[in-house]
């Protein structure tokens, strides 16, 4: 049980490149959640889904796309990137059924020059 | 909209002490959930502790507690008998128990760097 796996774990990105983060969990998890993490700040939400092909927008969510096509999997998009995104992008995951408690992946540092 | 306070920036304990993190909240909602996360500099972000607003009783987990105040909105975490592997940045995160819908996610303070000195 592997639990909640992002890949790259860092990454260096020009303006304007894109790039896709990768979010995988293998808990059958209905809900899950891409947070960014800029520094001295907590993390806030980018984007959310409640299963697979439902996904819906969070406080920040310009700039970033996703899908979810299947439970597992909940890939972010960077279309156009900005130096604005370069954060530490955390994904997470829960069932949600109450006070069930989110859990975490590793993060994905992304510089944006 | 809820909002977190971790008022202190950074702390420091030594080994073997104990140390109180302080956080505030505010809502109008009567029921929810309260966490402290731990991210060392893994960057890892690790459960520490829960509380249900509904309990009046404190978390405890091992050398962790918490005190939470609900008419005040206090949820402090009291760490006891301190270990060189608790240094670490402390969120407190708030989260409705309504469901459904971006419901669901955490609103975080901006944390606590603890530090723990041998």
């Known amino acids: 049980n592997a639990g909640v796996t992002q890949t790259p774990k860092f990454r260096i990105l020009k303006i304007g490149q894109s790039m896709t983060l990768q979010c995988a969990q293998d808990m059958n998890h209905n809900y899950m959640y891409w947070y960014r993490q800029d520094p001295g700040m907590g993390l806030k939400l980018i984007y959310y889904s409640v299963g697979a092909g439902i996904t819906d927008k969070g406080e920040v969510p310009n700039g970033y796309n996703v899908s979810r096509s299947t439970t597992e999997d909940f890939p972010l998009r960077l279309e156009l990137a900005a130096p604005s995104q370069t954060s530490v992008y955390f994904c997470?995951?829960?069932?949600?059924?109450?006070?069930?408690?989110?859990?975490f992946g590793p993060g994905t540092r992304l510089l944006v020059l | 909209a809820q909002t977190v306070t971790q008022s202190q920036p950074e702390m420091s304990v030594q080994e073997a002490e104990t140390v109180t993190l302080s956080c505030t909240y505010d809502t109008s909602e009567s029921d929810y959930y309260l966490f402290w996360y731990k991210q060392p500099p893994s960057r890892q972000m690790i459960l520490v502790i829960r509380q249900e607003a509904y309990k009046q009783q404190n978390a405890t987990e091992n050398r962790f507690s918490v005190n939470f105040q609900k008419a005040a909105k206090s949820f402090s975490l009291k760490i006891s008998d301190s270990q060189l592997g608790d240094a670490a940045m402390y969120f407190c995160a708030y989260r409705t128990t309504n469901s459904g819908g971006s419901n669901y996610k955490l609103t975080f303070g901006k944390g606590t760097l603890l530090t723990v000195n041998p």
């Open positions: 997470a995951s829960n069932w949600a059924s109450g006070g069930e408690t989110q859990y």
